[in-house]
């Protein structure tokens, strides 16, 4: 048998040895760029997503919380209400049926009923309606939740008659002075409210009432909304009767 010459063995394991190490390079590349491309047998372990369940967007804001949303007649005055119990129970601001022997109540399914004042608070604008008929269907809003400066909010209301009408914008502030000084520890916000937004719901973006809209400052004396707007805190809505007061809270709407 013909014998190979050393110098050539030792060549030959070079060539073997650069071609090893060159093919352990690219399946190297290969999986770093499979991995990081999704196409490899391992894919890289990634973070998982942020929860966004509790997030709603503003239609799904007014999907959820439309149905609990009341029309409210009190005279010629109009203004609005949120159904807060099983009961049918309506939450209001107090100067919208202030002194008024007939209020009528519009529920979202078009079931109109006569009601009564059942609680006042006028110290906190505040007060609670009993309808005489409920709609087939009871859907109470969500009470509570907290709220922080700059968070969004959605306002739901009838402002200038205009039925079922939605406003977002962010809370502006906290424990706000009405203009006139008549109500404290206010949420300040910025959604548009009108005349006939008082006693609809202050919304978070999850859907849940943090305040009950009372009033806006109007510097122009004419309300008009100035990107100012007031709601009284949910937590201090239900805080219960301290009976009779001023209306309070600046140009009421």
């Given at each position: ?37 999704g196409g490899g047998a391992v894919p890289r372990p990634s ?21 609990s949303v009341v029309v409210i007649q009190a005279g010629k ?177």
């Amino acid at each position: 048998m013909e014998r190979v010459p050393q110098q050539a063995v030792a060549g030959r394991a070079r060539r073997f040895a650069v071609a090893g190490g060159a093919l352990l390079v690219v399946a190297l590349l290969a999986y770093w760029a499979g991995s990081l491309g999704g196409g490899g047998a391992v894919p890289r372990p990634s973070p998982s997503p942020t929860p966004t369940a509790t997030t709603l967007t503003t239609p799904e804001v007014y999907k959820r919380v439309g149905p609990s949303v009341v029309v409210i007649q009190a005279g010629k005055a109009f203004g609005t209400g949120m159904i807060a119990a099983e009961d049918g129970t309506v939450l209001t601001a107090h100067h919208v049926v202030k002194g008024s022997k007939d209020v009528t109540l519009t529920f979202a399914d078009g079931t109109k009923a006569k009601a009564v004042v059942a609680s006042a608070n006028p110290k906190r604008d505040i007060a609670t309606l009993k309808p005489e008929k409920l709609p087939e269907i009871v859907v109470p809003a969500t009470l509570g939740g907290s709220v922080t400066v700059g968070a969004p909010v959605v306002a739901i209301g009838n402002p200038l008659g205009l039925t079922y009408s939605v406003s977002t914008g962010v809370v502006s502030g906290l424990d706000r002075t009405s203009q006139d000084g008549d109500l404290e520890g206010l949420i300040q916000f910025d959604a548009s409210v009108n005349p006939g937004s008082s006693g609809g719901p202050l919304l978070d973006a999850r859907g849940l009432v943090v305040g009950v809209v009372v009033s806006i400052a109007d510097p122009g004396g004419d309300e008009a909304f100035a990107g100012i707007a007031f709601a009284v805190p949910i937590g201090v809505a239900l805080g219960g009767d301290e009976g009779d007061g001023p209306p309070g809270g600046g140009p009421l709407i």
